[in-house]
């Protein structure tokens, strides 16, 4: 697939249109193509793939039979306009279906961030929705991008300024990809940058960790849960291997992790030499 020179960028988050992240993209993005923001109107994070909508209609009937006509399966979507684009009171998914086919002229590629806060791992490919909605796209056959920024640790708020340098990646990416054929070899890329006050030390080509450690407690009459995974980060004590996406920001690196649907890792080294070219 090749991407116009001038793309159609959809533009979609978890966090909500007004979130600082998807206004630091938009800026970096409309450098490079032409940016139309498609975003929930509050924060929908940990979603996944969910949607609110595309479900068929309740019937009436005392005997529960289902109307087959078409307009049984079709919904309204709610939407607000947004100085952005369109506020939709929908799910990150919801957002990539209605603004990968229901915008003319149709996306030539889909970004979804910048997420406030790193998204590593195999296991988030289910439960993110920055990242479900790029992987969203993909399975709609549209190419895309996850974008998150590393924040454990970080304690001031967050403002768009904080994510231009995600946001100059991304426009990086997004800008060079034309002819290269990348997204012949993949589908979504999942992109993880250091923390703001960090200096990125280069950029690795890495595979999500298939590490996954959640723990939990019963005590006092009460459930607790643990994430080990983010512990690890935290103690900067991880098993994962080198080439993982979680090693990579743990060595303040941005990590590009190159992925197909379903739920597929691919190979780094065919796409290296392109990514690096790129980035």
Known sequence: MVLDSDPHILLTNDDGIDAPGIRGLYDALSTVGTVTVVAPDRNRSAVGRSLSYGRTKSSD???????????????????????????????PCDCAIVGTKGLEPSPDIVVSGCNSGANLGAYVFSRSGTV????????????????????????????????????????????????????????YLNVNVPRPDREPNGVALTRPTEIYEMDATFEDGAFQLTNRLWQQMANRDIPDGEDTDRHAVLEEEVSISPLRVPYEIVDTEPVRHILDDIV
Not at 66 to 80: E, G, I, K, M, R
């Open 132 to 187: 479900s909605a790029a992987m969203e796209a993909a399975f709609l056959g549209t190419p895309s991008i996850a974008v998150s920024l590393d924040t454990l640790g970080y304690d001031e708020e967050l403002e768009p300024a904080d994510f231009e340098r995600a946001g100059e990646i991304t426009a990086a990416l997004v800008d060079g990809v034309p002819g290269t054929g990348l997204f012949d070899r993949v589908d």
């Open 61 to 91: 009937d005392d005997d529960l039979s289902v109307d087959l006509a078409d307009s049984a399966f079709t919904v309204p979507v709610p939407h607000t306009d947004h100085e952005l684009g369109y506020a939709v009171d929908g799910t």
